[in-house]
């Protein structure tokens, strides 16, 4: 007995441990998000990013080799999340029409940028720049965002407008990103959590006023005998 509740204290303390380690890293990674955000990647010090967190500038060094170890700890933090959430969403809406799949994807996908707002500002910021983290994320994980949804966006689109999709892709790419471009106006508009879903839900619903008059474009080019 006296053996088990050893390993008992020994296994919390562990676990506790492990909570410990997760809590500070996220504090770091939190603190270097709003940092990236505010000041650019250039601009911030890991003295900077390890006083806003509130911890030692050594364990900084510890858990992820430096600003630049950070900075891809938390893109590749996001991106898998971000990847996942997209996946799971196609999956759950598969037996559902391709537009109802779309429009939830959609919602979902802004609303996962604005939970992580300040890091999506950043990236979307960095990818304005011709540089290495760039590219490396274009091979990546901007492809593989790309090919989940120009796919359902695609199948989607009525015959009539498939010459034109690579432009209406634009479009629907751009309404998407614009929120997370335009700081003033979050600044104002985000007050809490209730705001902010508040906002995902009459932005999208206008995006998808967007997609319906697409979607009516089908009806226009068919037979009167062929609409259902």
């Given at each position: 007995?006296q053996?088990?509740?050893?390993y008992?204290?020994i296994?919390?303390?562990?676990?506790?441990?492990?909570?410990?380690?997760?809590?500070?890293?996220?504090k770091?990674?939190?603190?270097?998000?709003?940092?990236?955000?505010?000041?650019?990647?250039?601009?911030?010090?890991?003295?900077?990013?390890?006083?806003?967190?509130?911890?030692?500038?050594?364990?900084?060094s510890y858990?992820?080799?430096?600003?630049?170890g950070?900075l891809?700890?938390?893109?590749i933090h996001?991106?898998e999340?971000?990847?996942?959430?997209?996946?799971?969403?196609?999956h759950?809406?598969q037996?559902?029409?391709?537009?109802?799949?779309?429009?939830?994807?959609?919602?979902?996908?802004?609303?996962?940028r604005l939970?992580?707002?300040?890091?999506?500002a950043?990236?979307?910021?960095?990818?304005?720049?011709d540089s290495?983290?760039?590219?490396?994320?274009?091979?990546?994980?901007?492809?593989?965002?790309?090919?989940?949804?120009?796919?359902?966006?695609?199948?989607?689109?009525?015959?009539s407008?498939?010459?034109?999709?690579?432009?209406?892709?634009?479009?629907?790419q751009?309404?998407?990103?614009?929120?997370?471009?335009?700081?003033i106006?979050?600044?104002?508009?985000?007050?809490d959590?209730?705001g902010?879903?508040?906002?995902?839900?009459?932005?999208?619903n206008?995006?998808?006023e967007?997609?319906?008059f697409?979607?009516?474009?089908e009806?226009?080019?068919?037979?009167?005998?062929?609409?259902n």
């Amino acid at each position: 007995m006296q053996e088990f509740n050893f390993y008992c204290r020994i296994l919390l303390k562990g676990r506790r441990l492990c909570l410990e380690e997760m809590s500070t890293k996220q504090k770091v990674i939190h603190a270097a998000s709003t940092l990236f955000f505010q000041k650019g990647f250039d601009g911030t010090s890991v003295r900077d990013i390890a006083y806003k967190a509130d911890v030692n500038v050594s364990l900084i060094s510890y858990y992820f080799k430096g600003k630049q170890g950070l900075l891809e700890h938390a893109v590749i933090h996001y991106y898998e999340s971000y990847l996942e959430m997209m996946e799971e969403n196609i999956h759950a809406y598969q037996k559902e029409s391709t537009l109802d799949c779309l429009k939830n994807l959609v919602f979902n996908m802004i609303y996962f940028r604005l939970e992580h707002y300040q890091l999506s500002a950043f990236i979307h910021r960095e990818l304005l720049l011709d540089s290495t983290f760039v590219r490396e994320m274009s091979v990546t994980y901007l492809a593989k965002e790309n090919h989940l949804l120009s796919s359902l966006f695609y199948h989607f689109l009525p015959e009539s407008k498939r010459k034109s999709r690579r432009m209406l892709y634009m479009q629907l790419q751009g309404m998407i990103m614009s929120p997370f471009n335009l700081k003033i106006e979050w600044d104002t508009t985000l007050l809490d959590d209730y705001g902010r879903t508040q906002f995902v839900r009459q932005y999208t619903n206008e995006l998808n006023e967007w997609l319906d008059f697409l979607k009516a474009f089908e009806y226009e080019t068919c037979p009167p005998n062929s609409r259902n």
